[in-house]
């Protein structure tokens, strides 16, 4: 499939079956983190995968513990992979997937998050090549920061400099596959 349409059919999935995915797709996956676009051509966004469902499990309640609704642009994001965002019982921000990638980068440069943004487009891109559902979730910077989640760090020896900026969950999906949605109009200009 050429990269565009990949793009146009690939998703955002929130809700996923009880089976994990491949260790060899998984190294796939992080391997196009790592080719993504970096300011300078510094290479500074570390990923840790997370091949082990109770773990994901641990960290995606993380995730959730300071959700702000206060803070939400919008109040509906899908009928179809409905997020925390449209129903506040979900209480796991990984939505049951069996593996996860925490995208870090350094806390004080100023491309860390676009940096760690384009890794995990990367990520999810090679993800929907390989058949493999993901969605990009936020909220990286609070999920680890209280008492269990600078714990994690330490046992993973991410230096204190690194914070973390995103995931990518990985899995597969549970039901139907979305269809892709018309795109909203207005959304570009090209000056000659």
Same mark, same amino acid.
């Given at each position: 499939m050429d990269i565009l349409e990949l793009m146009k059919t690939r998703r955002s999935i929130r809700k996923y079956q009880d089976k994990q995915i491949e260790r060899g797709d998984l190294e796939k996956i992080i391997e196009a983190g790592l080719y993504a676009p970096n300011a300078g051509g510094g290479q500074r966004a570390r990923i840790v995968a997370v091949h082990n469902k &109770? /773990?994901? &499990?641990?960290? #995606?309640r993380l995730n959730?513990? @300071?959700?702000? @609704?206060? @803070? /939400? +642009? #919008? #109040?509906h994001v899908s009928y179809e992979q409905p997020s925390n965002i449209d129903d506040p019982t979900i209480k796991n921000g990984f939505? #049951? +997937?069996p593996a996860v990638c925490v995208v870090f980068g350094p806390k004080n440069f100023l491309y860390s998050v676009p940096d760690a943004f384009c890794c995990a487009e990367n990520m999810a891109l090679e993800a929907a090549n390989l058949g493999i559902a993901s969605c990009i979730i936020a909220r990286g910077e609070e999920t680890f920061d209280n008492a269990a989640g600078r714990e994690l760090l330490k046992e993973w020896g991410i230096p204190d400099t690194d914070i973390a900026r995103c995931f990518v969950i990985l899995g597969y999906c549970a039901g139907k596959y979305p269809q892709k949605k018309p795109r909203k109009e207005? @959304?570009? /200009?090209? /000056?000659?």
């Open positions: &109770e /773990l994901t &499990e641990i960290i #995606g959730l513990t @300071r959700f702000d @609704r206060s @803070r /939400l +642009a #919008g #109040g939505y #049951g +997937a207005n @959304r570009f /200009l090209i /000056l000659v």
